[in-house]
């Protein structure tokens, strides 16, 4: 007989050191600057770039997904996929997401809300030119989130694209491309003892930021 692990039995508590509000920065920058680059030093960290992207459909129908972060600053958090796929049609006809990041090895939690632009194509291009070239032939070849015709259509392209740019460098695809989420409301949080965890809020105010304490 199989035994179903029931996940309301599943508890673990959070023994990790709580954030002191001395330390709760003005903006949020130097605080995700932080939690992110302590998250790429932990041990047990795999793919700390990570984070979930979550944008609504013409109907108000929420999809979520993850995706690799490739760069933030001051003005948000940028990741790059095709245009054509799912995500991208949502957030050309509705430039807002949500993203979450969970960082297990840390009881650190970070969630974001904010408007969508594009990057610019100087700077797309700039990645693109990083990618590998395999990577960077799959952009072309993926007929992102259609359905598959037949059991080897991807190779197929693969294969199309490799012959067509045999030889010289592969180009971005002008459907490929990046977008970066300007942050409107981002919030800090930590895991604690007993569910009491902590979690501090910034929200844009004009040309500054709220910070807030919350209740867990």
């Not at 072309?140 to 030889?167: C, H, I, M, N």
Request: hydrophobic share 40%; glycine share 6%.
């Amino acid at each position: 007989m199989t035994t179903m692990n029931d996940p309301a039995g599943m508890r673990r508590d959070y023994q990790r050191s709580q954030l002191d509000e001395s330390a709760v920065p003005a903006t949020w920058l130097p605080l995700f600057h932080q939690w992110f680059d302590d998250e790429v030093s932990e041990m047990d960290s795999i793919e700390a770039n990570a984070m979930q992207v979550a944008t609504v459909d013409a109907s108000g129908h929420p999809a979520v997904r993850t995706v690799l972060l490739k760069a933030f600053d001051e003005r948000g958090f940028v990741f790059y996929t095709n245009y054509e796929g799912r995500k991208g049609r949502h957030l050309l006809a509705h430039p807002r997401a949500a993203l979450c990041f969970y960082w297990a090895p840390l009881d650190i939690q970070v969630r974001v809300e904010g408007t969508v632009t594009k990057v610019a194509d100087e700077e797309a291009d700039a990645y693109f030119a990083t990618r590998a070239r395999l990577s960077q032939i799959g952009a072309w070849a993926s007929k992102q989130s259609k359905r598959l015709e037949t059991p080897t259509a991807l190779d197929d392209r693969v294969a199309e694209y490799e012959k067509k740019f045999a030889g010289k460098p592969v180009p971005r695809p002008s459907f490929w491309s990046g977008f970066r989420v300007a942050a409107e409301r981002i919030e800090f949080w930590k895991g604690k003892p007993n569910r009491l965890h902590e979690r501090h809020l910034y929200t844009r105010d004009g040309d500054g930021w709220r910070v807030e304490t919350l209740y867990p």
